[in-house]
């Protein structure tokens, strides 16, 4: 409608994100013009969830673990682990909680089946209520936590470290939507030193990394909670490959 001369209004207010979401979100998608509802605080509430000390309003995990190419998309089986390690501290560490309230979003068909099937191996609680969906299946909807899988990383062949493009996952559009889907707490779960070759996700890794929101997740397998809290990541040390 905008191309053929129509105005466009932006709604600048939000009831939805918690500020620290929102914040960014403003920033980087609408030149920080996106402001949030007095009554934000009062509307999300005192959440159970984020007396959790694993859990916040922002977390970053960070995780190397490879992409593969399958049947025409890609995937990441580590990414896989992870989300569902989080799924499964939020039912133990918050078991009122409706495990319906989560939905996992994920740029890639192959990720959302292959996350499909590893929820199946769960408990029926979470298997059944944990909705999985590719960036378009959750527009215009929200839930209490999102959980975002980049999935592209580097091959187990690229050691060099060679292949720089994260494909459509540095699309503005879909990260604006997967990002501001989540109403309580967002969880994304990435390979910085590939997302750090692009400027929209190079903000968020240094936002995240002032918030102290970031996780360092390689050799953390199987096991409950999340690492101690990193409060500065040094982010340098983990992207030599890019000077």
Not at 136 to 144: I, N
Not at 172 to 198: C, D, F, P, Q
Not at 201 to 206: A, Q, Y
Request: hydrophobic share 35%; net charge neutral; aromatic share 8%.
């Amino acid at each position: 409608m905008q191309s053929q001369g129509y105005p466009v209004t932006l709604l600048d207010e939000q009831y939805r994100m918690n500020r620290y979401v929102s914040k960014f979100i403003s920033d980087s998608f609408y030149q920080g013009k996106l402001q949030d509802n007095e009554h934000l605080d009062r509307i999300i509430g005192d959440p159970p969830l984020l007396k959790n000390p694993s859990m916040d309003y922002l977390v970053f995990l960070h995780s190397t673990g490879p992409e593969e190419f399958e049947n025409g998309s890609y995937q990441n089986m580590r990414e896989i682990d992870l989300a569902v390690n989080v799924c499964e501290e939020i039912h133990q560490s918050t078991p009122s909680m409706d495990m319906s309230g989560i939905g996992i979003i994920t740029p890639y068909s192959r990720q959302v089946y292959q996350m499909r099937e590893r929820l199946k191996t769960t408990t029926k609680e979470i298997g059944s209520k944990v909705e999985v969906n590719t960036v378009d299946g959750f527009q215009g909807r929200e839930k209490d936590v999102i959980i975002f899988s980049c999935v592209r990383s580097y091959t187990k062949d690229d050691a060099a470290h060679k292949n720089k493009s994260i494909g459509f996952v540095d699309d503005a559009r879909r990260m604006n939507v997967s990002l501001s889907r989540a109403r309580i707490t967002l969880v994304v779960i990435g390979n910085i030193t590939k997302l750090y070759e692009s400027k929209r996700w190079r903000k968020l890794i240094d936002y995240s990394s002032a918030l102290g929101a970031l996780y360092d997740m390689d050799g953390w397998v199987n096991q409950t909670g999340l690492p101690k809290k990193i409060e500065k990541l040094k982010i340098t040390d983990l992207i030599k490959h890019l000077n």
